[in-house]
């Protein structure tokens, strides 16, 4: 299985300022179509998963232009450009080039 | 707008089956992929497995021998079905659109299965 790793595990911020996650993976999630499945999810308190970013950094409907995503191979970022209240909760990344999807263990980010 | 709605037990006995249904309503059924994935207590997301509309089926090895996952296309919704449970199969269940271009894009609210001794 593709390992996952993200750094920080916990992360503090202040509302306003920027904030950056980072995903890490045990394998390039270069796919053999040339596509790279790296998507970004937040979880509210209480809260699903809510799809925010696929393919490294294309942004999902609705997801407000102050998330975004970059990242090549095996290293990945997502980044607020301004946090906001709303913005607590826990961040996963997720692989979906190779099966068995497999999940990051989650960034909680708080005020 | 693509709304899933995940039911069944939430309490299972150890060594028994749990059965969930995920109702799906705004979409066809026909097309994507139909996920489970779970989420035990204050922990990280396990990927449990999918199925297309279709019936071909990807699950997660280390669950493989124990996951069934099936779809009634006529009544828009799809089943997960785990056996001989125990205490760590207990979890909060997701049932999730798989978009089958690398990403799950609807999730359900989620369903709490505790596995009692």
């Known amino acids: 299985d593709i390992v996952m790793t993200q750094t920080p595990l916990s992360s503090p911020v202040t509302l306003g300022q920027p904030a950056s996650i980072s995903c890490r993976s045990s394998?390039?999630?270069?796919?053999?179509?040339?596509?790279?499945?790296l998507s970004w999810l937040q979880q509210r308190p209480g809260q699903p998963p809510r799809l925010l970013i696929y393919k490294v950094s294309s942004r999902f409907s609705g997801v407000p232009d102050r998330f975004s995503g970059s990242g090549a191979g095996t290293d990945f970022t997502l980044k607020i450009s301004r946090v906001e209240v709303e913005d607590v909760g826990v961040y996963f990344c997720m692989q979906s080039t190779q099966f068995p999807r497999t999940f990051g263990q989650g960034t909680k980010l708080e005020i | 707008q693509v709304q899933l709605q995940e039911s069944g037990p939430g309490l299972v006995k150890s060594s028994e089956t749990l059965s969930l249904t995920c109702a799906v309503s705004g979409a066809s059924i026909s097309s994507y992929y139909w996920s489970w994935i779970r989420q035990p207590p204050g922990k990280g997301l396990e990927w449990i497995g999918y199925?297309?509309?279709?019936?071909?089926?990807n699950y997660n090895p280390s669950l493989k021998s124990r996951v069934t996952i099936s779809v009634d296309t006529s009544k828009t919704q799809f089943s997960l079905k785990l056996s001989s449970v125990t205490a760590a199969d207990t979890a909060v269940y997701y049932c999730?659109?798989?978009?089958?271009?690398?990403?799950?894009?609807?999730w359900g609210q989620g369903t709490l299965v505790t596995v009692s001794s």
């Open positions: 199925i297309y509309y279709s019936g071909s089926t």
């Open positions: 394998q390039s999630l270069v796919h053999s179509d040339g596509n790279t499945y």
């Open positions: 999730a659109r798989d978009h089958g271009a690398g990403y799950v894009d609807y």
